[in-house]
Each structure stands twice: as structure tokens, then as C-alpha cells.
């Protein structure tokens, strides 16, 4: 059978024109570099014109899957209306038929699908703020439980939970501390030397860092290393059905997971915070001597009467409420996953996303409440 390339063309007939088609329609023909861009041309000249086009393809050496999908793209997923071709080649045509699917159509939402779909979101939020509000509820009556029976609580557990979500994060939050302090020291001081105001450096690094910069920025680090830690522990108890075995023995998922995990957060948050704020607070330091010749002895001595005490606590106090929503946003995730490893994904994705986005709100709540405590 001879190796011919394939090819389409138009022939003329009495009741009008035809499209006739020969040589070899198969993959290795067709991804010729200089075969495919000529027969995809000729194809969707052919899909311009009325699907009533005759088709001769008695002609055809050759065909298989990839010619037959060519053409039956060609002509629009349905049989053309005059169609004359070899016996051995229907078989081809008719199976790429069977299991070849039309593109779905690309429908343009109408005011009312946004309408509806802006309602489904709103359940949605609705259903999530239920369950945080249940697990805070529950949270309150777990405390309560320990406050009663402190010798049954479940120490153990906030024990091994306040070394990994602490313990360990000491060394990156350290740095990026570090690293954030010596950078905003170093563009501070381009600003502050135009007006020869060396001393204010003093004020607005201690402000900035220990009001807002360290806390933020530890809860931020914190969310995304533990928040998703925790989420993703609880999800994998529930794949591997050990919340389904708590339930059936009667031991209590708030009381085990969600209450040692919540007292950890809130225990270490604060520490953390005021470590990543001495951290960041040491680049200050070191940047601020490098570059504007203030030196350290100064920076500390100027840095009590530059920032009241007001503001360690207020720092202090949000990073309590910020690791107290960390856990309980990363629990409240985990325990909405279902049962296989997709969900488990979007799950602590999820958990990282409202995390950060929570911790910045919360953040935004408490300098608008407190915009006249200790400045």
C-alpha cells in the first residue's frame, strides 16, 4: 500500500461541491511538521461550510484513531449527511463516534446564577461560622471540665503540644525577625537621615516591632507552621477513621484534641511574639548602629521612655486572642475533612488562608480599639 501523505481537496459535483479525501490518514503522517498546519487549515475551511457538504473517503490508504478524530472534529461531532467511504473504514469511524465527546458549550452566567451563586457562598460562610461558633462553645465547657477535675485534664498532650508548636519555632521566627528588623532599620534610616532625625529611629522601630510588626508577623509564621500542622493531624485521624474509634469509645474530640491544642496556641503565641519582637528588635539594633552611627548602648536606654509599657501588653494580649483562633481555625478545619486525601488538601489550605486572614483582621479590630493606648 503505498506511503502517500494525506490530503484533502475539493472536487465538483452536479448538485455542487464535495470534498474528497486520499493518501494515508494516520498519527504518523499527520505530525509531519509540514503536513499538519496544511490538513488542520483545510479542516476548519471545511467546518465553515454547511454540514450538508458531500464526503467522499473511498479513496483513503490509511486510517485510524487520529485521522478519524481529525475528521469527525472536522465535522462537528455528527455524521455528515452525504458520506461515502469504504466498509473497512466505517468500523474506525463509528467506534472514535462512540466514545469521542462534543466540547462543552461555554454558557455566560446570567445576573441571576451570580445572584444565586453569592447566596451559596453566603451558606457556605454561614456554615463555617456555625461550627466555629460550636467549637468555641464547646471549648468554653471543656475549660470548665479541667477547671473542676484539673488532675484528669489531659496534660500530656499540651505538653508535646507546647514543645512543637513553641519549642520549635524558635529558630525560624528568630531569624525572619532578625531579617525584618535589619531591612526596616536600614530603609528607616534612609528616610531619617534627609532630616537629620537619627534619634526618632528609637520611636518608630519600637512602635512599629512591638505593637504590631512582631506580633503579626509571629502569628502569620506560626499559622502557617503549625495552624496547618494541626489541621492536617486531625485530618488524617479522620482518613484513617480514628475520630470514628473516639466516638465509639466515648472519648470526647473536643476535650482530647481541640482543648490541649487551644491551651498550647494560647500559651505559647505570647512567647513566641515577644521573641520574634527581641529578635527583630536585635537587627534593629545592629542596623540602626551600621548605618546611622546609633549605637546600642542608646537604642536601649532611649527605648522605655520611646515606648510605654502599654504596648508590650497590648502585644502580649493579641497574641493570645491570635494563637487562640489559630488553634481553633486549624481544628475546626481538620475536623471538616472527609475521608480521603483530596479533601484533606483543601482542608489545610483552607485552615492557612482564614488563619492569616483572621489574624490580620483581628489585628485591624484592635488598632482601631485601642489607637489611643500607649501612644
Given at each position: 500500500?503505498?506511503?502517500?501523505?494525506?490530503?484533502?481537496?475539493?472536487?465538483?459535483l452536479p448538485a455542487g461541491g464535495g470534498w474528497r479525501l486520499s493518501g494515508n490518514w494516520t498519527a504518523a503522517k499527520l505530525a509531519e511538521p509540514?503536513?499538519?498546519?496544511?490538513?488542520?487549515?483545510?479542516?476548519?475551511?471545511?467546518?465553515?461550510?454547511?454540514?450538508?457538504?458531500?464526503?467522499?473517503?473511498?479513496?483513503?490508504?490509511?486510517?485510524?484513531?487520529?485521522?478519524?478524530?481529525?475528521?469527525?472534529?472536522?465535522?462537528?461531532?455528527?455524521?455528515?449527511?452525504?458520506?461515502?467511504?469504504?466498509?473497512?473504514?466505517?468500523?474506525?469511524?463509528?467506534?472514535?463516534?462512540?466514545?469521542?465527546?462534543?466540547?462543552?458549550?461555554?454558557?455566560?452566567?446570567?445576573?441571576?446564577?451570580?445572584?444565586?451563586?453569592?447566596?451559596?457562598?453566603?451558606?457556605?460562610?454561614?456554615?463555617?461560622?456555625?461550627?466555629?461558633?460550636?467549637?468555641?462553645?464547646?471549648?468554653?465547657?471543656?475549660?470548665?471540665?479541667?477547671?473542676?477535675?484539673?488532675?484528669?485534664?489531659?496534660?500530656?498532650?499540651?505538653?508535646?503540644?507546647?514543645?512543637?508548636?513553641?519549642?520549635?519555632?524558635?529558630?525560624?521566627?528568630?531569624?525572619?525577625?532578625?531579617?525584618?528588623?535589619?531591612?526596616?532599620?536600614?530603609?528607616?534610616?534612609?528616610?531619617?537621615?534627609?532630616?537629620?532625625?537619627?534619634?526618632?529611629?528609637?520611636?518608630?522601630?519600637?512602635?512599629?516591632?512591638?505593637?504590631?510588626?512582631?506580633?503579626?508577623?509571629?502569628?502569620?509564621?506560626?499559622?502557617?507552621?503549625?495552624?496547618?500542622?494541626?489541621?492536617?493531624?486531625?485530618?488524617?485521624?479522620?482518613?484513617?477513621?480514628?475520630?470514628?474509634?473516639?466516638?465509639?469509645?466515648?472519648?470526647?474530640?473536643?476535650?482530647?484534641?481541640?482543648?490541649?491544642?487551644?491551651?498550647?496556641?494560647?500559651?505559647?503565641?505570647?512567647?513566641?511574639?515577644?521573641?520574634?519582637?527581641?529578635?527583630?528588635?536585635?537587627?534593629?539594633?545592629?542596623?540602626?548602629?551600621?548605618?546611622?552611627?546609633?549605637?546600642?548602648?542608646?537604642?536601649?536606654?532611649?527605648?522605655?521612655?520611646?515606648?510605654?509599657?502599654?504596648?508590650?501588653?497590648?502585644?502580649?494580649?493579641?497574641?493570645?486572642?491570635?494563637?487562640?483562633?489559630?488553634?481553633?481555625?486549624?481544628?475546626?478545619?481538620?475536623?471538616?475533612?472527609?475521608?480521603?486525601?483530596?479533601?484533606?488538601?483543601?482542608?489545610?489550605?483552607?485552615?492557612?488562608?482564614?488563619?492569616?486572614?483572621?489574624?490580620i483582621l483581628v489585628d485591624a479590630l484592635f488598632a482601631v480599639v485601642f489607637q489611643h493606648t500607649g501612644l
Amino acid at each position: 500500500m503505498p506511503d502517500t501523505p494525506p490530503s484533502l481537496f475539493r472536487e465538483s459535483l452536479p448538485a455542487g461541491g464535495g470534498w474528497r479525501l486520499s493518501g494515508n490518514w494516520t498519527a504518523a503522517k499527520l505530525a509531519e511538521p509540514s503536513t499538519w498546519p496544511r490538513i488542520q487549515t483545510e479542516l476548519e475551511a471545511c467546518a465553515a461550510l454547511a454540514p450538508a457538504t458531500p464526503w467522499d473517503l473511498r479513496d483513503l490508504s490509511r486510517l485510524d484513531h487520529t485521522g478519524a478524530q481529525a475528521l469527525w472534529n472536522a465535522w462537528g461531532h455528527q455524521w455528515p449527511a452525504q458520506l461515502q467511504m469504504l466498509e473497512a473504514h466505517r468500523p474506525m469511524l463509528a467506534r472514535v463516534a462512540r466514545f469521542s465527546s462534543p466540547a462543552p458549550a461555554v454558557t455566560r452566567l446570567s445576573a441571576w446564577a451570580v445572584f444565586l451563586s453569592l447566596g451559596a457562598l453566603v451558606w457556605v460562610l454561614i456554615d463555617h461560622l456555625k461550627g466555629m461558633v460550636r467549637l468555641t462553645g464547646q471549648l468554653l465547657l471543656d475549660s470548665i471540665e479541667l477547671w473542676r477535675a484539673p488532675r484528669r485534664g489531659p496534660w500530656r498532650d499540651f505538653s508535646g503540644h507546647l514543645f512543637r508548636i513553641g519549642a520549635t519555632a524558635l529558630p525560624i521566627t528568630a531569624l525572619v525577625g532578625f531579617l525584618i528588623g535589619v531591612v526596616l532599620a536600614y530603609l528607616i534610616s534612609k528616610q531619617l537621615s534627609q532630616f537629620g532625625a537619627n534619634a526618632f529611629i528609637v520611636n518608630i522601630l519600637g512602635i512599629s516591632l512591638i505593637r504590631e510588626l512582631g506580633p503579626v508577623l509571629a502569628a502569620i509564621l506560626i499559622a502557617g507552621r503549625s495552624g496547618s500542622a494541626i489541621t492536617a493531624q486531625i485530618g488524617v485521624m479522620r482518613v484513617t477513621e480514628e475520630l470514628d474509634a473516639m466516638r465509639v469509645m466515648g472519648i470526647p474530640k473536643g476535650y482530647r484534641l481541640v482543648m490541649p491544642r487551644a491551651m498550647a496556641m494560647a500559651l505559647a503565641m505570647p512567647l513566641i511574639s515577644v521573641w520574634t519582637t527581641i529578635a527583630a528588635l536585635f537587627g534593629g539594633v545592629l542596623a540602626a548602629d551600621l548605618t546611622m552611627g546609633v549605637t546600642p548602648a542608646y537604642f536601649l536606654a532611649a527605648l522605655p521612655q520611646a515606648v510605654p509599657l502599654s504596648n508590650l501588653t497590648l502585644a502580649v494580649g493579641k497574641s493570645v486572642v491570635f494563637g487562640l483562633l489559630i488553634a481553633l481555625i486549624g481544628c475546626h478545619y481538620g475536623l471538616r475533612v472527609q475521608p480521603n486525601t483530596e479533601s484533606l488538601g483543601k482542608g489545610t489550605t483552607a485552615s492557612v488562608v482564614t488563619s492569616i486572614t483572621m489574624v490580620i483582621l483581628v489585628d485591624a479590630l484592635f488598632a482601631v480599639v485601642f489607637q489611643h493606648t500607649g501612644l
